[in-house]
């Protein structure tokens, strides 16, 4: 296993802290020149400096400055230090990307064929999501890339004095907008304005990175000398990518989320993907200049044209008219006038493509054209990139899923029920009864309510959604559409009751076998019990008749049938703590696994993961590596939330180096586990230990007096709620209980407060407990922990939560609870058992966290000064805006917030982290 060396990390280090020593002197420079030189010799950028009399908001903003500018030079580093390690040691030095992966598949005795049978088999899908977890508005995020940009314009050595002195002007032009910029929504963002952040890396940098991608592929092909009549140049030969999102089609607790809402969602993505393959079109077109007098037109080109002129159509014909004898540049002016327009009022012809495949076949078309006369180079630099892009993004740029809970869902059962005049009491019924019923009734195509009927507001939300897919399905086709998610899947008839619902929608398709639904109906799985329980509920949902008709109806040919489950990380840690819910998930997708292999059919899986270790985060090729191997089909979707978007795709290089690693991870750990025999590893008992004692101790946390009234105030919990950073709400359903708040907001509030409780605690009980009654195993698990991927993800992670964690500001932050009792019991217990984690983490590396998660030390040191100013201000404001709001002072009350968002804003900067 290669890991990045401690040389190589400080390189990293020393690289990033000379740009931000830069990037600071340039942002001290603009602060003194506007005004404020008492701001600019404080700011806190290393040891303790003096607190400046200046407002709160005023030096919460430079810090939060100052920590953006440390990522970006961080992120910069990273990819510098990459090309130069590849530079100097070649393609297969970086671990995760093509190079790597590709030397290594050659190393265990792959072949060329089998690489290349495989890489065709793989599909990935990244959905961008907009849960409430990015503190930054998207006009910050442009001048962010603006500032990257320059950053690495930088790094070429050939600039003149003038030339450099120019590009730190830009800089400081750059940094002064940023600093006369506001940080944070003042007001909660709209559906639409996510939407429209998701859409700006979706038309900007995804497209280019798909294909820097995909030469990166092709150069690490040639470098390590495999077979070139292999080479995977054609798209058909490529893995599989594309995109979805949840915004606007994500309902689960969103009231927001209106049907209207999903219709302009998907309207919005697909009017976004047709201007974007206009300009694509348009450049090709200027581009495909060859002269029919240089070489004679293949007789499928001119066959092709000749179709085009016999359609008789005006707007065809005026494609035609132009550039004559150059019939590859007609045949692309073709493709534009036949691409969908009239809704954004463009000249389109008669008979528009109904399909992107239609066009991804006519690309196809001009590229072979282009080999027959030996235009090789032409074909695949120009053509077959803009036929991935095609294939990638289709005419939906990304599939808009549509999630609801599955308590909606009954509930919208039983207005839908009242509505059609059946008695019914569906919501007390046991799930045996359920069964019966939409056993019956899914047999029948006709709706159960009458038309027009008045639904109650649950079901008409539900339907009116549903309905919305199928008015989109039936006038654009299905593929811009993604899956039905059902959260809290806790019976198999929660999965049921949206076939029924979908018909009384529309969105069903009568065959001669009986009714399908036409999108995939997936469960979601997200407490420990509902993991536990998933085999069962699987088990009855394939085997009911319309599953079967509808995956059959949705197979691709020569494929077998794809049943799509997701598995939630945010929700199984809340509920267990963080090994029993990495454990949980394990065991979950190996039992998942089985059921459907007994059936034919393959799973994808689709990981919700989160923006932080403790909610499925961390390193892609790692947490590929760590999938159980029965569960690895080569198809995988997972969540990019929040502020993980922007880290990971705001920029081109880190983009390409994302999706790269994701869809190399990917390829090695297919292959891999075709080829691994699928018999339990020695270390599965030891982690069942630790998940069932790690759980008993975070319950027994979770369940201590004065615990909740501990979390309500040692953390900004409530500040968060009042936030405006998402549309969504905190909650699901507005109740003031633990099992109400989502996830997100809960993984949140432990980090701003420094505790990063969510990533560790229980993991220390778990090693104690181990160590007394299994020491064999304890001494095995030292032995073998960093070679199997499970164990060294977890100890991995909860390392560097350790890291980010810190005593000293628990316990500050603890002084915020007024009930003595519960702060010294609760923060006792906390404390003790980040003691204890720490200590038994550290005997199984064999090594201090320090020097095992290095990178992690030596970052959090740039930070220390900057953050331990910051929290101090943050517990200055959460005492002054707690007492304004327990005195009704809503004037105070407000203004103080917008000063304590500032520093959560701040804070989750410098710690690159909030849920």
Known sequence: MTVPTASSALADLARAERDYRFLVACFQEVLSETGAPELARALPIEGTAPLPETSHERFVQACSVVFQLLNMAEENAAAQNRRALESSAGCAAEPGLWGAVLHKLRRQGRSAADILTALAQ????????????????????EHHRRLYLLLVKLENSVWTPNERRAIRDEIKRELERLWRTGEIYLEKPTVADELRNVLHYLTTTLPEAVGWMDRHLLDAWDELGMEAAMRPTDPAHLPRITFGT???????????????????????LRQAALRLFRSRLTELAARMSLSDRRQSPPAALMAYLSTAREAHDPVLQSALERNPYESWRQAVNVMLARLPGAELGWPTARQPYTAASELAADLRLLGE????????????????????????????????????????????????????????????????????FWETELAQTRPLAVLGAPPGDAAGRVVGALQVAAEY?????????????????????????????????????????????????????????????????????????????????????????VQQVMIGYSDSNKDAGA???????????????????????????????GGTPSRGAGPTHRFLNALPPESVSGRLR?????????????????????????????????????????????L???LDFLADESHRAYRALLELPGFLEFFAHATPIDAIEASRIGSRPSRRTGKRTLADLRAIPWVFSWSQARFFLSGWYGLGTALDMLATHHPKWLMQLRQEALRWYPTRLLLMNAGSQLLLADAAWMQAYAELVPDTIARTTVLSTILAEFERTRRGVEQVFGVPLTERRQRTALTMQLRRAGLAALHQRQIELLKAWRAARAASDDTQSESLLVDLLLTINAISSGLKSTG
């Not at 089609?249 to 209106?258: A, F, Q, S, Y």
């Not at 639904?517 to 509920?537: A, G, K, N, Q, Y």
């Not at 750990?669 to 020695?682: D, G, I, M, V, W």
Request: with cysteine.
């Open 122 to 141: 793989l599909h990935v899908e990244p959905v961008l999501t907009a849960h409430p977890t990015e503190a930054k508005r998207a006009t910050v995020l």
């Open 246 to 268: 949840w915004v606007g089609g994500d309902r689960d607790g969103h009231p927001l989320v209106t049907p209207e809402t999903t219709r302009e969602s998907l309207h919005t």
């Open 369 to 436: 054209t282009l080999l027959a006369v030996g235009a090789k180079r032409l074909c695949e630099s120009e053509v077959w990139p803009l036929l991935r892009l095609v294939e990638t993004f289709g005419f939906h740029l990304a599939v808009l899923d549509i999630r609801q809970n599955s308590a909606v869902h009954e509930q919208a059962v039983v207005e839908w029920l009242r509505a059609a005049g059946v008695e019914a009491e569906y919501d007390q019924w046991d799930e045996a009864r359920r069964c019966a």
């Open 473 to 561: 399905g039936q006038q654009y086709g299905w593929s811009g559409l993604g899956a039905l998610i059902v959260s809290m899947t806790r019976a198999t008839s929660d999965l049921l009751a949206v076939y029924g619902l979908a018909r009384e929608a529309g969105l069903t398709i009568s065959t001669s076998d009986g009714l399908v639904c036409p999108l995939p109906v997936v469960p979601l799985f997200e407490t420990l019990d509902d993991l536990r329980h998933s085999p069962d509920i699987l088990s009855a949902f394939l085997d009911h008749p319309m599953t079967r008709r509808s995956l059959a109806w949705m197979q691709r040919p020569g494929q077998p049938p």
């Open 579 to 609: 090994v029993a819910s990495l454990w949980g998930l394990y065991r979950a997708q190996q039992a998942l696994s089985a059921v459907a292999q007994a059936r034919g059919v393959l799973l994808r899986f689709f990981h919700g993961r």
């Open 638 to 682: 997972l969540t990019e939330q929040g502020e993980t978007i922007s880290q990971k795709y705001a920029n081109l290089i880190t983009a390409t180096y994302e999706l790269e690693l994701l869809t190399a991870g990917m390829l090695e750990t297919y292959l891999l586990a075709q080829s691994t025999t699928k018999t339990p590893h020695p």
């Open 684 to 686: 599965e008992p030891v």
